[in-house]
């Protein structure tokens, strides 16, 4: 098991400074408003951020017809603030619906125009103050379109609406198709792929792919990781490696956070990020969070873990060294 982690790293650098690419993280913005030791050390290392919940849905839209800005909209204030781009999470996923939208028991007419305006409404709103947006998310499971509410009632065809219709609304933004395990299940991507690549004959505005990247020691491997960026590059997609994380207690095995487990996460950051920046079309990374005293692993998984680069009093773990590292040794390429 080993003793608690004992570390002192002192980063040379800002994560943003030693990129040719976005470095980014997932914010919470009352943390931003209230914890100016996570404010300063967000301005610091990072030159993009995406909210970790307050452009989705059920906060942007809680009642039918009844839009709350508030939280997104400090999120923009910061980073126009701050010269900070700004990633939009995500217009249309199963996790993230209000009740209203879970329970909507209406026709497929009135539904895809609940749909349309939604996306329409929001895209209009933040036009010119993001970049980018998960228009889906999570829209298939394995090697099969995920039954979420909105392919029950209108489909598969809502996917390629959400991209007609976004970029309806703002045709200057670049439009990602967000998921996770693309790496890890080669079969799961694959289904996508071909399904994204059916769409993109017919000149449906999708520009590119979010590796969420919620990854652990050993998977995906690098070759697998290389493997499926090079199938999204061959469709000429842009990739976004969009929620990155890097578990390392997923069967609960350890109680504390040891030099052992620092050493191996540092090492897994550095490898995967050289693995990432190999590929021509990565537009940007985001790591999931700040500290591991607010990552939703511990809670999801309901063990302790310790996934990101910064520990639960915003020091720099070995794994911010290996992050930087990486992003070093590219940039000087
Ligand atoms: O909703 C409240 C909001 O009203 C309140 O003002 C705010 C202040 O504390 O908290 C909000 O609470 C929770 C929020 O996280 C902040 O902690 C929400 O109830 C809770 O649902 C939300 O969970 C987020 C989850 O997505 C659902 O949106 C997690 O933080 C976030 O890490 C997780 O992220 C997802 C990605 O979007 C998609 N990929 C998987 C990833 C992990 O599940």
């Known amino acids: 098991m080993g003793p608690p982690a004992d570390y002192e790293i002192d980063l040379p650098q800002s994560f943003q400074s030693a990129s040719d690419v976005p470095i980014g993280t997932a ?3 009352y943390k931003l408003k209230n914890n100016q030791t ?11 951020i995406v909210g970790e919940w307050q452009m989705k849905w059920n906060i942007l839209q809680p009642e039918r017809g009844q839009f709350n800005w508030e939280q997104a909209d400090y999120l923009m204030d910061f980073a126009e603030e701050n010269n900070i781009s700004v990633h939009g999470h995500c217009l249309v996923w199963h996790g993230a619906n209000p009740d209203w939208i879970e329970s909507f028991s209406g026709g497929k007419e009135e539904f895809q125009t609940i749909l349309k305006t939604h996306i329409q409404t929001v895209v209009n709103h933040f036009e010119g103050k993001v970049d980018s947006w998960d228009v889906v998310n999570e829209a298939f499971e394995g090697k099969k379109y995920r039954r979420n509410k909105f392919y029950r009632i209108l489909g598969p065809d809502y996917i390629k609406n959400c991209y007609k219709w976004a970029h309806e609304a703002d045709p200057n933004i670049d439009l990602y198709y967000n998921d996770y395990s693309l790496a890890s299940n080669p079969e799961k991507l694959d289904f996508i792929l071909e399904k994204l690549d059916s769409l993109l004959n017919e ?3 999708i520009h590119g792919i979010g590796f969420q990247s919620h990854i652990t020691l050993n998977s995906p491997t690098l070759t697998e990781i290389k493997e499926a960026m090079t199938k999204v590059e061959n469709l000429g997609l842009k990739i976004r490696i969009s929620e990155l994380d890097v578990s390392l207690n997923r069967d609960g095995k350890y109680g504390v956070f040891t030099d052992e487990l620092a050493e191996l996460q ?3 950051y550095k490898q995967v990020v050289e693995a990432y920046l190999n590929s021509s079309q990565v537009k940007g990374i985001t790591v ?7 990552s939703w692993i511990p809670t999801h998984f309901n063990d302790p873990d310790w996934p990101l680069l910064f520990d639960g009093k915003y020091k720099p ?3 911010a060294q290996g992050f930087l590292e990486a992003l070093v040794g590219f940039s000087n390429e």
């Open 27 to 29: 914010v919470d913005s």
């Open 38 to 48: 996570y404010r300063d050390l967000v301005i610091y290392h990072f030159d993009s």
């Open 203 to 205: 000149e449906i505005p």
């Open 266 to 268: 540092k090492n897994r």
């Open 288 to 294: 999931w969070g700040v500290s591991d005293a607010h």
């Open 317 to 319: 773990k070995p794994a």
